[in-house]
């Protein structure tokens, strides 16, 4: 095949160590089809990825290949990127695989210098310092936040197990009244008067029911667990709390394109954080919103042999940014929007059981609505509820088929039927 780049490198990335296969022409010109390589292996620590990236300085490389796994390519990264002149591919493993029976470090780093050198990789999207930040800190939140959801579903099973009913009748059991009853059958009251007397507000409609949603056998091994389920869960809340006060501040630069895509229905301030963490605000990287679609996995799979297309699901994407996508999505089937309407257009069409794809359809228009407010940094303006109706009114298919007819080279008169 044909050289397309003359100098790379390709770097087998292990947590102690790296293995360097430098391939560069062999003499003086660069246009020669010779070629000669070198391996080397370096420690992982950050001052011998600096001897490794001056190496391949002195090797003259311009292009670096590397494999994404796990977090141990950053520091390498990090290391290239002290230096100018490096333009490094960051690959995913699952595009780069060697023969089989050929594993070692040093085949693995000399085949993805091979693959490197005519052109064949194709690197995935390494975000800017700025956002790569932002990306920590929401991906970190959102496991927060999934853990303090699996520690309440805990405490449900402890309040459960005692005979304690307390979901059945409150909405919301770690609310004011619902802590204030917790916390006093962990101190040791199992009075269900007295607990349900402990409502507040409108809980205080609900004593009744409260009443006997209390009354169960919730013994002392029970109160142990649940006050350690409920230390924990506040807990978590104070590490949320702080990690939200941080994302504020490392998000304040793009404030702006926070606003613009909070316009768009079903995206909140937390799924907006969560779009601008995982995609950028600069959308020169992605060409076209398709692009942007494909590269995030919410695009259908290429599926097809003997001329024909089958069906296919979405392709491996951006997990983080689809299920943000999608949540929002399902919050946006809710409006009365064109996004809504859309939803439940695409639903009909789907049958009983299409509510997750119409979810996921509707998750691939809000992204590509994203890329273009992105791209032309301008508000969301919704077509209303009612653009499915007015665009197939009988007004707007006449037009439509008149235009039709002109464009064949008719000439066309209206009139009504005799």
């Given amino acids: 095949m044909e050289i397309v780049f003359s100098k790379v490198a390709g770097i087998d990335v292990h947590k102690r160590q790296v293995t360097v296969a430098v391939r560069v022409p062999e003499g003086e010109a660069d246009s020669g089809q010779k070629r000669t390589q070198r391996v080397r292996r370096f420690a992982t620590f950050y001052g011998a990825l600096l001897e490794m990236a001056q190496w391949l300085r002195a090797e003259q490389v311009t292009h670096v290949a590397m494999e994404a796994t796990g977090v141990y390519w950053r520091p390498v990264f990090h290391a290239l990127a002290e230096f100018d002149g490096f333009e490094v591919l960051l690959c995913n493993a699952h ?22 050198e005519v052109g064949l990789l194709r690197g995935s999207f390494i975000p800017p310092a700025e956002i790569a930040a932002v990306r920590e800190l929401t991906r970190y939140r959102r496991k927060l936040t999934e853990e303090r959801t699996r520690e309440t579903q805990r405490l449900h099973k402890v309040l459960e197990d005692g005979g304690i009913k307390l979901d059945s009748v409150a909405s919301d059991s770690l609310g004011v009244s619902g802590r204030a009853m917790i916390t006093a059958l962990i101190d040791g009251v199992r009075d269900p008067v007295v607990l349900a007397n402990l409502a507040r507000g409108l809980m205080r409609k609900k004593i009744p029911d409260l009443t006997l949603a209390l009354s169960g056998r919730f013994a002392a091994h029970h109160g142990v667990l649940a006050g350690l389920h409920l230390d924990h869960i506040n807990h978590l809340n104070e590490m949320i709390a702080r990690l939200e006060a941080r994302i504020d501040e490392v998000v304040d630069p793009f404030d702006r394109q926070r606003d613009l895509l909070m316009t768009i229905p079903g995206i909140g301030k937390r799924a907006a954080e969560t779009i601008i963490a995982e995609i950028g605000v600069d959308m020169s990287r992605f060409p076209t919103a398709d692009h942007l679609a494909s590269w995030a996995g919410l695009c259908p799979g ?5 001329g024909k297309r089958k069906k296919s699901a979405t392709r491996n994407g951006n997990a983080h940014l689809c299920s943000v996508l999608v949540e929002s999505a399902w919050s946006a089937s809710r409006t009365k929007t064109r996004l809504g309407a859309r939803f439940r257009r695409l639903h009909r069409r ?10 996921v359809a509707l998750a691939h228009t809000i992204l590509v609505i994203a890329w273009h407010i992105l791209h032309d940094e301008v508000e969301y303006s919704d077509l209303g509820a ?4 007015q665009r197939n009114s009988p007004e707007v298919q006449k037009a439509r088929l008149v235009r039709q007819l002109k464009d064949l080279g008719y000439s066309v008169e209206i009139g009504p039927a005799a």
């Fill in 95 to 116: 595009h780069v695989k060697n023969v089989p029976g050929r594993k070692t470090d040093a085949t693995d780093a000399v085949w993805l210098a091979q693959l490197c």
């Fill in 302 to 306: 290429n599926n097809e042999s003997a």
């Fill in 350 to 359: 789907f049958g009983k059981a299409g509510g997750k794809k119409a979810a």
């Fill in 386 to 389: 009612d653009f499915y109706t």
